[in-house]
């Protein structure tokens, strides 16, 4: 699974934003904790990918330092095991700060050791579940769903932008 590190990490790492590509994230900090036991395990693989294809989201996971990589079922779930930044690298031709990746990772930063986070393809979080160590009672299946259940009280990003142009522009008539 691709990886996103919150510390640093080389510049040759792609972006969270660009790898997203308009989809949405499900971040897990332990991956591990969400492997299903019950089915066999290519089965559950099979299904579960399909079912993020359909919905336009990627699993990460979570990397506190700098290069550890995450080796579990996400990784065979979606072949990539890349690095991922959430910022450009400071410096003179890094343009502007990209806010919404900040704010992500300060967020993520803040969080207790066990969590998953729903980003949404602006790098805004949508949702997050804490848990305790060990298993956890939520499948990846559940996950999905929630995110379904969040695209649906929400128009996509286009919309947005526009309602609040229109709003902005009675508001100046």
Do not use: N
């Not at 979080?125 to 649906?152: C, E, H, M, N, Q």
């Amino acid at each position: 699974m691709a990886t996103v590190c919150v510390g640093e990490v080389e510049c040759s790492a792609p972006l969270l934003r660009e790898w997203l590509a308009g989809d949405w994230a499900l971040l897990f900090s332990h991956p591990q904790d969400f492997q299903d036991q019950g089915l066999e395990r290519d089965r559950w693989l099979a299904i579960l990918c399909e079912e993020f294809r359909v919905r336009g989201v990627k699993p990460l996971a979570c990397g506190r330092s700098g290069g550890d990589m995450d080796g579990s079922w996400v990784g065979e779930l979606t072949g990539d095991y890349r690095l991922l930044r959430l910022e450009a690298a400071a410096g003179v031709d890094s343009g502007p700060i990209d806010l919404p990746a900040r704010t992500l990772r300060d967020e993520i930063v803040s969080l207790t050791p066990r969590f998953v986070l729903i980003i949404d393809e602006s790098l805004q979080r949508r949702g997050v579940l804490k848990y305790s160590a060990g298993r956890s009672t939520v499948s990846p299946f559940d996950l999905l769903a929630a995110i379904d259940a969040f695209r649906r009280q929400s128009p996509p990003p286009a919309e947005r932008r526009v309602g609040r142009l229109e709003t902005a522009e009675r508001a100046v008539a």
